[in-house]
């Protein structure tokens, strides 16, 4: 923790000029400003190595890196890529090439070009160096705090990871949580938070790897314009008065200018690409229910169903996704929520991919409908499909209550 303090003191204190444009393959003086922000990276880094949710899938991991390489390009030995289970649309590279790639992102993302523009965008800011640019500019004794109190946080994590007993590891974590959702989120997000001219060059520079990697230059409108449809469909009217992307750390501003921005751009470029679709699909297919269970803890029902609209619109995992909308209805228990949720399970149903639970689900709502041979039905179906399932012994109860007339 001393050492990580230190390293930001100094960091802060320190302003040589930016270099514009990265070296491929060098690393900084371990003495200038840009060498104590690589310092505070790869405490980061270590951070996230040891994290609980690092998704550790060696063939999702190798599908992110390869895009990632694709658009990259000379830096793709300088970045390390490392997939959070995180549910929140988010993707970020420190100066030191360490690089997270949010669940929540890789979700939203509809094809391959989509994610290639996403990871297109953030090598430019790695490749001109705004992290840094960025830094220099928070130089205060406000922002100097703010950078501390996320070193804290981070400590807090790596702490609580190595405790020796369960007991132990919850009290630092309860302790400590705050500064992770708040401080050491909201601070990394500030300290990698970029001004609008670079985030336009951004999207500018990353538009041009993706077409230069092959792919569809148009999913770079297409991203910001679902990012910008979520965050109008979200439950909370501060979200939807945002004009942010729908992540924790709402640092990426997106609006119509920036959108007419990259339209303009497209102009110049080909009409045509690599999308990609199937394989993405493919990559994340065996992580989609996972994910989608994450997303609704967010409790930001609208956005989940806006979200799950996008992907069955290519007609794939219909079992699975209408199961989820089912979930976020009936989670939600709005006007007619249950109705859409029944009619949703119902058709999930009809997909071999559907999850089994989507009969258990069936049978409660049936039951509150006063439908007992429907409950019934589902419940028997539920119990054929999954007879070692834990909850097995409640929904037995429940088809025991019918035949004893509760």
Same mark, same amino acid.
């Given at each position: 923790?001393?050492? !990580?303090? !230190?390293?930001?003191?100094? *960091?802060?204190?320190?302003?040589?000029?930016?270099?514009?444009? #990265?070296?491929?393959?060098?690393?900084?003086?371990?003495? *200038?400003?840009?060498?104590?922000?690589?310092?505070?990276?790869?405490?980061?880094?270590?951070?996230?190595?040891?994290s609980a949710e690092l998704d550790r899938d060696p063939a999702l991991?190798?599908?992110? #890196?390869?895009?990632?390489?694709?658009?990259?390009?000379?830096?793709?030995?300088?970045?390390?890529?490392? %997939?959070?289970?995180?549910?929140?649309?988010?993707?970020?590279?420190?100066?030191?090439?360490?690089?997270?790639?949010?669940?929540g992102t890789l979700l #939203?993302?509809?094809?391959?070009?989509?994610?290639?523009?996403?990871?297109?965008?953030?090598? *430019?800011?790695?490749?001109r160096n705004h992290s840094l640019l960025s830094w220099r500019r928070k130089?205060?004794? *406000?922002?100097?705090?703010?950078?501390l109190s996320a070193g804290v946080a981070v400590v807090g994590v790596a702490a609580a990871s190595s405790a020796a007993t369960y007991d132990g590891a919850s009290s630092i974590m309860d302790a400590t949580r705050s500064l992770i959702d708040v401080v050491y989120l909201t601070g990394m997000a500030s300290l990698f938070s970029y001004d609008r001219e670079n985030e336009l060059e951004a999207d500018r520079l990353g538009l041009a790897r993706v077409a230069q990697a092959g792919y569809a230059p148009a999913a770079a409108a297409d991203v910001w314009r679902a990012q910008m449809g979520e965050t109008s469909a979200s439950e909370f009217k501060r979200v939807r008065n945002s004009g942010a992307r729908t992540n924790v750390f709402a640092s990426h501003p997106v609006d119509s200018e920036r959108l007419k921005a990259l339209q303009d751009d497209l102009k110049t470029l080909?009409?045509?690409?690599?999308?990609?679709?199937? #394989?993405?699909?493919?990559?994340?297919?065996?992580?989609?229910?996972?994910?989608?269970?994450?997303?609704?803890?967010?409790?930001?029902?609208?956005?989940?169903?806006?979200?799950?609209?996008?992907?069955?619109s290519g007609g794939e995992d219909l079992g699975v996704l209408n199961f989820y909308r089912g979930e976020a209805y009936r989670q939600r228990r709005g006007e007619g929520d249950l109705a859409s949720a029944r009619?949703?399970? !119902?058709?999930?149903?009809?997909?071999?991919?559907?999850?089994?639970? %989507?009969?258990?689900?069936?049978?409660?709502?049936?039951?509150?409908?006063?439908?007992?041979?429907?409950?019934?039905?589902?419940?028997?179906?539920? !119990?054929?499909?999954?007879?070692?399932?834990?909850?097995?012994w409640i929904v037995q109860d429940s088809l025991n209550s019918f035949n004893s007339g509760n």
């Amino acid at each position: 923790m001393r050492a !990580l303090i !230190l390293a930001a003191v100094a *960091s802060l204190a320190l302003g040589a000029p930016a270099q514009a444009q #990265r070296l491929a393959g060098v690393r900084p003086d371990v003495t *200038s400003d840009e060498g104590g922000l690589w310092a505070v990276s790869d405490k980061a880094e270590s951070v996230a190595r040891q994290s609980a949710e690092l998704d550790r899938d060696p063939a999702l991991n190798a599908y992110v #890196r390869e895009v990632a390489c694709k658009v990259a390009r000379d830096h793709c030995a300088d970045i390390r890529v490392y %997939v959070m289970d995180r549910p929140f649309f988010n993707a970020s590279m420190a100066p030191n090439g360490y690089t997270e790639v949010w669940s929540g992102t890789l979700l #939203r993302a509809t094809d391959e070009a989509e994610l290639a523009f996403i990871l297109g965008h953030e090598v *430019s800011h790695f490749d001109r160096n705004h992290s840094l640019l960025s830094w220099r500019r928070k130089k205060s004794t *406000s922002n100097a705090m703010m950078v501390l109190s996320a070193g804290v946080a981070v400590v807090g994590v790596a702490a609580a990871s190595s405790a020796a007993t369960y007991d132990g590891a919850s009290s630092i974590m309860d302790a400590t949580r705050s500064l992770i959702d708040v401080v050491y989120l909201t601070g990394m997000a500030s300290l990698f938070s970029y001004d609008r001219e670079n985030e336009l060059e951004a999207d500018r520079l990353g538009l041009a790897r993706v077409a230069q990697a092959g792919y569809a230059p148009a999913a770079a409108a297409d991203v910001w314009r679902a990012q910008m449809g979520e965050t109008s469909a979200s439950e909370f009217k501060r979200v939807r008065n945002s004009g942010a992307r729908t992540n924790v750390f709402a640092s990426h501003p997106v609006d119509s200018e920036r959108l007419k921005a990259l339209q303009d751009d497209l102009k110049t470029l080909p009409a045509t690409g690599e999308e990609g679709r199937a #394989r993405h699909r493919a990559a994340i297919r065996p992580h989609l229910s996972a994910w989608l269970r994450d997303d609704l803890r967010r409790r930001d029902f609208g956005q989940t169903l806006n979200l799950i609209g996008r992907l069955a619109s290519g007609g794939e995992d219909l079992g699975v996704l209408n199961f989820y909308r089912g979930e976020a209805y009936r989670q939600r228990r709005g006007e007619g929520d249950l109705a859409s949720a029944r009619d949703a399970y !119902l058709a999930a149903a009809a997909y071999p991919d559907a999850p089994v639970a %989507v009969w258990r689900e069936l049978g409660d709502l049936r039951r509150k409908e006063s439908d007992t041979a429907g409950a019934r039905t589902a419940y028997e179906t539920y !119990l054929a499909k999954a007879p070692s399932a834990e909850d097995a012994w409640i929904v037995q109860d429940s088809l025991n209550s019918f035949n004893s007339g509760n």
